[in-house]
């Protein structure tokens, strides 16, 4: 979201210093807001006994640029999650109890429920995502999900595989010896030289790249 940030700063700023401005105006009754909604997730969860962390998130500028071309419109007012919830919970069956539970606290907004768990992005991104509208007529977004779906969307499909096999946070060192081992397998593999060659080519250059 960095690099999309500055890469908006420069290709579009004018679009990156409206939206900028109109953020840092409303920033603290936004902080305000999410703080108060995240009480209100937060006691609700402990009242069905649904061990979670709930925190809230800014929406950065880029996603709120691209919402605003999506809808055809040249206001940050028309966009409905500016700010956002995130819910990150133990087990999946939790994402739905959660679900339902903020469902019956917040107003759905038709439309507007996205179920990526039962039908994964390519990237193997999963989540639920919905709007609702808050006590004070304030439209939000939560994202509800596991933690290991939270570190497949944080770090990368590398972490997916790695929380499988039990382990912690993946070290480049790691990363690089696996790489090098595949490496080796391919050179044994592989009749000659230039076959070698043309083994890797395969492996580093693939059509689609997950990041």
Known sequence: ???????????????????????????????????????????????????????????????????????GSDS???IYDLSAVRIIVTDVRYCYEALGIMHSEFIPMPGRFKDYIAMPKANMYQSLHTTVIG??????????????????????????????????NITSGEEKLSWLRRMMDLEHEAKDSADFIDVVKTELFNDEVFV
Not at 141 to 167: C, F, L, P, S
């Open 1 to 71: 979201w960095r690099l999309e940030d500055l890469c908006l700063k420069y290709l579009e700023p004018e679009a990156y210093k409206y939206i900028q401005n109109a953020i840092s105006e409303g920033r603290d009754q936004r902080e305000q807001f999410i703080d108060e909604i995240v009480t209100i997730i937060n006691r609700k969860l402990v009242e069905n006994t649904i061990p979670a962390k709930v925190y809230g998130r800014p929406k950065h500028y880029y996603s709120i640029y691209k919402k605003m071309r999506q809808q």
């Open 76 to 78: 940050v007012d028309n």
């Open 135 to 168: 006590k004070n007529g304030k439209p939000f977004e939560i994202q509800i999900r596991t933690q290991e779906m939270h570190n497949t969307a944080e770090y990368g499909v590398a972490a997916h595989w790695k929380y499988k096999e039990g382990g912690g």
